[in-house]
Every structure is written in structure tokens, then in C-alpha cells.
């Protein structure tokens, strides 16, 4: 069966400090890899998706990036981190394009200070 | 564009009461239609789905929805609900041509004792 590893589960982080978030898939191959941010009040918001290893499409410009080193594998990484990045990050992902449904993660929660 | 609007950002509700929450979609080709149910601090978890066929989906811990073509509308019921039911709740859709799911804003859903 399809499993899906999101880590750490709480990060609290000094603004300026670098981040990294992993994120990885079991049991399948070549899925549709995704990074949402939940803020507070503001629901889902998409900020990566991937469709393969080293494709990386960004919706929002902002201080976050994101990599796909390996097929099942997916990273979200600041260099230097804000107040503003705060929030409930959740990964999924999907077979294509999701007309099956999305497989979310487990989330992080960043904190910011 | 697609586009999903959930109409009540907060329901309250008794518990054992019926309950319906309400998701609205833009467009006018072929469209899958999704019902997430977020508990605090979790990730997303995949309620029913509406690909194609019957128009009333049933979904897992007693939910259903039902796709209305006409009215554009995918609304989720459950006929008596339990205090376990508060959550968040997330419709999303995915249009023809399109490569990643759109999410409704959420309703939360409050069942009172």
C-alpha cells in the first residue's frame, strides 16, 4: 500500500534561519508530488507542485522553494525565513492529476519567531 | 478557471441533528468533484469522490454528497451527526484540461452536545 512521510511534525525556527521540510512517498512510482500552506484563516493554499524528479512549477511567488531530487521524494526549503512563513505546511500527493484524489501528509507546524 | 466555493466558512450543528454543507463549482465541461475532512493538527483525509455515474456518492463515517450538474453544486450530507464529525471539511474539484485539484475556503463544522 501507498504511504506518505511528512517530517518533523512541529518546527519552531528564529526568523532569518534556514528550513528544510521533507517529504516522501512509499509504494508507488512517478506520483504527482504537491506542498500546500494552511495559514491561519486563509484554507489551503498551493505553493509547489511537481509531475517529475528535478520539475518543480511554482503558484506563488514567495520566499520558499522546492526540489524533487528523487522521484518519490520532495523537499521545501527556505533560505531565510520570515514571520509570514508560519503556518500548517501538508504534502500530498497523486496519481496524475489527481482524479483519484490527493494523499495528504501528516503536516508541519512552523513557527516562525 | 475552475473555481469551488464553500458558501459557510462555520456550521454549527446538535448533535444527532442532519447536517448538509454546501460546495459550489465553476465550469461547464467535465469535472471530478472531492470531499476532504481535515481533524486539528492533521492533514487532509479523502471522504468520497465523484468521478462519473450515480449522482449520489456515499462516502466513509456515513457521509454522502450529490453531484447536481444543473445547479453546479456538490453538496455533503450526514443524516445524524456525532461529536466526532467537528472538523474542517474541504470540497475540491478537478476540470478537464486542468492539472491539479482546486479547494473550496473550508467549513468548519461544530457539533454541539
Known amino acids: 500500500s501507498q504511504t506518505i512521510h511528512q517530517w518533523p511534525a512541529t518546527l519552531v525556527q528564529p526568523v532569518g534561519s534556514p528550513l528544510s521540510l521533507e517529504c516522501t512517498v512509499e509504494g508507488t512510482s512517478n506520483p504527482n508530488l504537491y506542498w500546500y500552506r494552511q495559514a491561519a484563516g486563509r484554507g489551503l493554499q498551493l505553493l509547489f507542485y511537481?509531475?517529475?524528479?528535478?520539475?518543480i512549477s511554482s503558484e506563488v511567488p514567495q520566499n520558499l522553494s522546492a526540489s524533487r531530487p528523487q522521484d518519490r521524494q520532495f523537499i521545501l526549503s527556505s533560505k531565510k525565513l520570515l514571520l509570514s512563513d508560519s503556518g500548517f505546511y501538508l504534502c500530498?500527493?497523486?496519481?496524475?492529476?489527481?482524479?483519484?484524489?490527493?494523499?495528504f501528509g501528516s503536516g508541519t507546524r512552523l513557527t516562525v519567531v | 478557471a475552475q473555481s469551488v466555493t464553500q458558501l459557510d466558512s462555520q456550521v454549527p450543528v446538535f448533535e444527532e441533528a442532519p447536517v448538509e454543507l454546501r460546495c459550489n463549482y465553476s465550469s461547464s465541461v467535465s469535472v471530478y468533484l472531492f470531499w476532504y475532512v481535515q481533524y486539528p493538527n492533521q492533514g487532509l483525509q479523502l471522504l468520497l469522490k465523484y468521478l462519473s455515474g450515480s449522482t449520489l456518492v456515499k462516502g466513509i463515517n456515513g457521509f454522502e454528497a450529490e453531484f447536481n450538474k444543473s445547479q453546479t453544486s456538490f453538496h455533503l450530507r450526514k443524516p445524524s451527526v456525532h461529536i466526532s464529525d467537528t472538523a474542517e471539511y474541504f470540497c475540491?474539484?478537478?476540470?478537464?484540461?486542468?492539472?491539479?485539484?482546486?479547494f473550496g475556503t473550508g467549513t468548519k463544522l461544530q457539533v454541539i452536545p
Open positions: 500530498a500527493w497523486s496519481v496524475s492529476r489527481g482524479a483519484y484524489g490527493y494523499t
Open positions: 475540491a474539484a478537478l476540470v478537464g484540461g486542468y492539472q491539479k485539484v482546486t
Open positions: 511537481s509531475v517529475g524528479i528535478g520539475q
